[in-house]
């Protein structure tokens, strides 16, 4: 491993971390985070710009006359879990929990933007993207860019690393899409209520939602060609507050995820085409409602190869998997790759095995009550982030 020489001590920024862990705040309402954020930026002398989508704060780092640009992203948000770890630095909230590392992602990225700031080895400007809101469709990566991001902030490219459930210190990518759309349904079906001894008196909205919920299990294969990966899960089911009352409506859910607006759009179309049959079948009449929270993320090729580069220097090429398989989960960094080119990548933070004494007794993985971000791989993300900006902006 090559890392970035300053990072052999990140003491500091290893308390950075667990202090954001233990002080979490949900979408949107990240203060103290980002003015943790902003605070240290200008310590270092990157000029700060704050109150970007509400919490979002962009540091922007100038040297020498280079015109050239890059953006790197980290996100700042926590979900709203309990937290099952006993460990000094566990939240401080009950209800909210660092349970997806964006915590460690902030760190990282502070710690790469204090290198720069001090070593200045570069030429052109360092654009450093702490964004609100990524979780639970909150889009905020999407209200910064429709806030104007990239014209307030040039970037010629930008980048993004999350942590994952892959072995310590390593990367994986690949130079296509990465992560899928996600989208949420629901058919709403409307019948006639009645009392559930009398069924012939109404016209009863659950029997087709059922009948629904059981064709859609089938429905992917159905309209997406068998070489590509789509999901669609029915999770949720809704009829009558009693058991002995047949509702006027009753509805189904769930979320659908794809790897193309094309497939997005067959899905969305045969979830309305079977809503309306069946429904009809049952004398009822259906209504979807087709929420697409996030579209895919897709890397870009060049982009994706200058990434895996310097993941190869960095680490040394043994520990980057540069042809990672797309995985179904979703991340609203998908909007600033619709905008500008770039790279989105996993960095390894354990598969799971991570423990520290007073760890939770669940598996170390995202979105669980026992994760925690692991604080040896601060100095890697940190020294990818760096010799990125470097190679980005290198004198010519
Ligand atoms: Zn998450
Ligand atoms: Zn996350």
């Known amino acids: 491993m090559k890392l970035v020489d300053s990072f052999a001590d990140v003491a500091r920024f290893v308390a950075l971390r667990r202090d954001i862990h233990m002080h979490p705040e949900l979408g949107f309402e990240e203060h103290r985070t980002s003015q943790i954020v902003a605070e240290k930026l200008r310590e270092w002398g990157v000029e700060v710009h704050a109150g ?39 939240s401080r909230h009950d209800g909210r929990m660092h349970a997806c590392g964006h915590d460690g992602h902030t760190a990282m990225l502070l710690a790469a ?41 040039p970037c010629e490219a930008v980048f993004a690393l999350h942590n994952f459930a892959v072995p310590t210190g390593r990367f994986a990518l690949n130079p ?8 949420t349904w629901k058919v709403t079906v409307h019948g006639r209520g009645t009392h559930a001894s009398q069924p012939h008196t109404g016209v009863d909205p659950v029997a087709a939602v059922i009948d629904l ?49 094309e497939a997005t759009d067959s899905i969305e179309a045969g979830i309305r085409r079977l809503a309306d049959g069946i429904a009809a079948a049952h004398g009822c009449r259906a209504e979807l409602s ?8 897709v890397n870009h090729a060049k982009e994706a190869a200058f990434a895996a580069d310097v993941m190869r220097e960095v680490v040394g090429a043994e520990r980057v998997d540069d042809a990672f398989p797309a995985v179904m989960a979703a991340e609203d960094f998908a909007h600033m790759l619709r905008a500008r080119p770039g790279c989105y990548a996993f960095i390894g933070n354990g598969d799971g095995g991570h423990r520290l004494p007073e760890h939770g007794p669940g598996p170390c993985i995202i979105h669980n009550t026992s994760f925690d971000f692991n604080d040896e791989i601060i100095p890697i993300g940190a020294s990818y982030f760096v010799r990125l900006a470097q190679k980005w902006l290198a004198r010519t």
């Open 176 to 183: 296509g899409p990465l992560m899928a759309s996600s989208n």
């Open 290 to 297: 087709f929420r697409r929270a996030s579209p895919p993320v």
């Open 213 to 261: 919920g059981q064709q859609l299990q089938t429905l992917v294969p159905k309209v997406i060609p068998s070489t590509e990966r789509a999901l669609l899960a029915v999770t949720q089911i809704q009829g009558s507050g009693a058991p002995n009352v047949i509702p006027d409506e009753a509805w189904v859910g769930g979320t659908v995820r794809t790897f193309s607006v």
């Open 52 to 90: 970007i989508a509400g919490t979002g704060v962009v540091g922007v780092l100038r040297n020498g006359t280079g015109h050239r640009s890059i953006g790197l992203r980290a996100d700042l948000d926590a979900l709203p879990l309990q937290e099952e770890n006993r460990f000094a630095h566990r």
């Open 113 to 153: 933007a204090w290198h720069l700031a001090q070593s200045r080895d570069f030429d052109g400007t360092v654009n450093f993207i702490f964004q609100p809101a990524e979780e639970m469709g909150k889009a905020g990566a999407l209200k910064m860019v429709q806030e104007g991001l990239f014209e307030r902030f």
